[in-house]
């Protein structure tokens, strides 16, 4: 499927800045201050008496049972959570139904020998276009140690998934595209002054689903994405009864603060759900930084 991007992904320097987009502040300056308390753990680790070193020895872990609890306030933990998010977004998500990290009750990590690193995580999401929250949702999360990025292995189910119905929100909207007279087409959604028109937002929450796909697939333990923008949306004709549309969404990735464009192509409809048919990283300088980088909110 997305074959490409590998080579892509390691030929471009990626492009700089990062503008700070009103419906995305709240989640990147959480995750700022979880980097910064990160921070102040490492520094509290580096002063540790004897007695807290022999703490840390791995002789004292059950090696039957290396399991460590993280503290859920903390960039780990919101780093697996985040892949959960996107994984669950990607398999139940729609243009009307899109999933946040709401709270991380419980988390912990598991060092595997000579394959990764799984973490087991407990939390909850909320789903952004009728703001309720689906409590007890679980996730493990493998990050395979591998020479070259390969996705995270997730398992992820919510107790409660199918209390969020947006079957009839789906359908409408399916049949209201479907019977438009000229294809849709969008740019630069949210717009510079941080706003989403009324009829954009199935496609900005449809971008977010298939961009979730991409950052997936390219997370690893140190990375944390979000989608900051949708460049570019145009339906394509399409001869099933499938809905295709063709994007380009911007990426933010927290941890380098680097901002990569992405090309790809989503083909949705509400029985089958959203597959992403296509997707290759751009190279930077393709495509002009968005408006709201010059109208920082
Ligand atoms: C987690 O970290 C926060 C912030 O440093 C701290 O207030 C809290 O007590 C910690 N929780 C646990 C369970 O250690
Ligand atoms: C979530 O789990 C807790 C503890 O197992 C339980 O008490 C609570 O009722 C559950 N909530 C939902 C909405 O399933
Ligand atoms: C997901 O669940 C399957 C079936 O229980 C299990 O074999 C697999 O190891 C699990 N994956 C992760 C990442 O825990
Ligand atoms: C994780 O991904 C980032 C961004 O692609 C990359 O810079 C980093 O080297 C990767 N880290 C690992 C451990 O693979």
């Not at 492009?15 to 300056?29: A, C, F, I, Y």
């Not at 990607?90 to 394959?115: C, L, N, R, T």
């Not at 028109?197 to 950052?215: D, N, Q, R, T, V």
């Not at 300088?285 to 010059?294: C, N, S, W, Y």
Request: net charge negative; with cysteine.
């Amino acid at each position: 499927m997305c074959w490409t991007l590998w080579i892509v992904l390691g030929l471009f320097p990626l492009v700089d800045g990062h503008p700070k987009l009103k419906t995305h502040q709240n989640s990147l300056e959480a995750a700022d201050t979880a980097l910064n308390h990160q921070n102040g753990s490492l520094n509290s680790v580096l002063h540790l008496d004897d007695g807290e070193k022999a703490a840390l020895e791995p002789n004292l872990v059950d090696p039957a049972f290396p399991m460590k609890e993280l503290n859920t306030s903390y960039y780990p933990a919101a780093r697996a959570a985040k892949v959960a998010q996107h994984y669950l977004n990607y398999h139940h998500g729609s243009p009307s139904k899109w999933f946040m990290v709401h709270a991380i009750k419980q988390a912990s990590s598991e060092d595997i020998s000579e394959v990764g690193t799984k973490y087991h995580i407990q939390f909850s999401v909320q789903e952004q276009a009728t703001k309720e929250i689906v409590e007890n949702c679980s996730a493990e999360i493998l990050f395979r140690q591998t020479e070259v990025q390969s996705a995270p292995e997730v398992n992820c189910t919510c107790n409660d998934l199918l209390k969020i119905k947006t079957s009839d929100a789906d359908h409408a909207l399916y049949h209201h595209i479907k019977h438009q007279p000229d294809p849709m087409t969008g740019t630069d959604i949210p717009d510079s002054q941080g706003n989403i028109p009324k009829e954009m937002k199935p496609l900005w929450y449809l971008g977010g689903i298939g961009a979730s796909f991409i950052m997936w697939q390219q997370s690893n333990e140190s990375t944390l994405y979000n989608m900051a923008h949708v460049h570019s949306v145009k339906q394509l004709n399409s001869e099933n009864d499938l809905l295709a549309f063709d994007y380009v969404v911007l990426l933010h990735e927290v941890v380098s603060q680097e901002m990569i464009h992405w090309h790809m192509q989503v083909a949705w409809n509400p029985t089958q759900g959203v597959t992403v048919t296509q997707c290759h990283l751009l190279p930077k300088g393709t495509m002009k930084q968005p408006l709201a980088e010059k109208h920082k909110i």
